[in-house]
T-cell receptor, first 115, second 114 residues
Framework: NAGVTQTPKFRVLKTGQSMTLLCAQDMNHEYMYWYRQDPGMGLRLIHYSVGEGTTAKGEVPDGYNVSRLKKQNFLLGLESAAPSQTSVYFC??????????????FGDGTRLSIL | QQQVKQSPQSLIVQKGGISIINCAYENTAFDYFPWYQQFPGKGPALLIAIRPDVSEKKEGRFTISFNKSAKQFSLHIMDSQPGDSATYFCAAIYHQTGANNLFFGTGTRLTVIP
């Protein structure tokens, strides 16, 4: 009964380094999302995917790339980390677009610090 | 531009009191309004949700009141308990296949004092 699993849970990077955050879901959901959460700003959508092999930009996509090669996995990449990308990152998934009876299910987050 | 405006940013309530969190929206295409609850170190989880054709929905101590004409909705937590201390997000969604259509408020940090 894993639901949505994010790895790693914590990471510290130096400016300019790259890394990939992994999200895996075992609910056979079509839709997957990456959000960042910053104090006072709520959840902001970075990128999302409506199915295997598809991705689209959200509200704050700059500096991030994503891939959805397998239905159950959604990867978030930082090519050249910047201090402004220090945040808590959440992955979510949903069966469809998250409407009635089909909410988004969230992972427990990745806390990322860029020095 | 914030699609869903939420207030207050933080709220302190005594145990047994009523907690009220308010949200407002402009887009009349929204057709589903969920509330998410988030505990420290965890991701948000669906708490309760309402359709716009219903004025109120109650689940235990949690009630959503919905005012379609004013484009406002609120979460009421009756008999608030310390275990309710969390961050609450309202959200609004409209149905459009193949697109992202879920928008979150900025969150309210609730603290219930014993």
């Amino acid at each position: 009964n894993a639901g949505v699993t994010q790895t790693p849970k914590f990471r510290v990077l130096k400016t300019g380094q790259s890394m990939t955050l992994l999200c895996a879901q075992d609910m056979n959901h079509e839709y997957m999302y990456w959000y960042r959460q910053d104090p006072g700003m709520g959840l902001r959508l970075i990128h999302y995917s409506v199915g295997e092999g598809t991705t689209a930009k959200g509200e704050v996509p700059d500096g991030y790339n994503v891939s959805r090669l397998k239905k159950q996995n959604f990867l978030l990449g930082l090519e050249s980390a910047a201090p402004s990308q220090t945040s808590v990152y959440f992955c979510a998934s949903s069966y469809t677009a998250g409407g009635a009876g089909q909410p988004q299910h969230f992972g427990d987050g990745t806390r990322l610090s860029i020095l | 531009q914030q699609q869903v405006k939420q207030s207050p940013q933080s709220l302190i309530v005594q145990k047994g009191g009523i907690s009220i969190i308010n949200c407002a929206y402009e887009n009349t295409a929204f057709d589903y309004f969920p509330w998410y609850q988030q505990f420290p170190g965890k991701g948000p989880a669906l708490l309760i949700a309402i359709r716009p054709d219903v004025s109120e929905k109650k689940e235990g101590r949690f009630t959503i009141s919905f005012n379609k004409s004013a484009k406002q909705f609120s979460l009421h937590i009756m008999d608030s308990q310390p275990g309710d201390s969390a961050t609450y997000f309202c959200a609004a969604i409209y149905h459009q296949t193949g697109a992202n259509n879920l928008f979150f408020g900025t969150g309210t940090r609730l603290t219930v004092i014993p």
